[in-house]
């Protein structure tokens, strides 16, 4: 199985799952909002220029994402 690094902001209280592999730059081409109501959240999806699909945004992560998630997220934000 993959092994994703996610980051997580305990004071915005949201987390990004990067879907590449280390070393490989992200960049995003276009990001698109899932609809808040149908994700019960927001949650947005950054693209690639090709259409793949490199990156999550969970904002809320707490109430969205499995404890376990961000207990193993890098912690950013605090400095």
């Known amino acids: 199985m993959a092994e994703f690094d996610v980051t997580y902001d305990e004071v915005a209280d949201a987390a990004y799952i990067r879907l590449l592999e280390p070393g490989i730059p992200l960049v995003a081409a276009r990001t698109y909002a899932c609809h808040p109501v149908r ?13 793949r699909l490199v990156g999550i945004e969970v ?13 193993a997220a890098r912690r950013i934000g605090l400095e």
Do not use: S
């Open 39 to 51: 994700v019960d959240g927001m949650i947005n999806l950054d693209l690639d220029e090709h259409g």
């Open 59 to 71: 904002l809320a992560a707490r109430a969205k994402l499995p404890p376990a998630v961000l207990d």
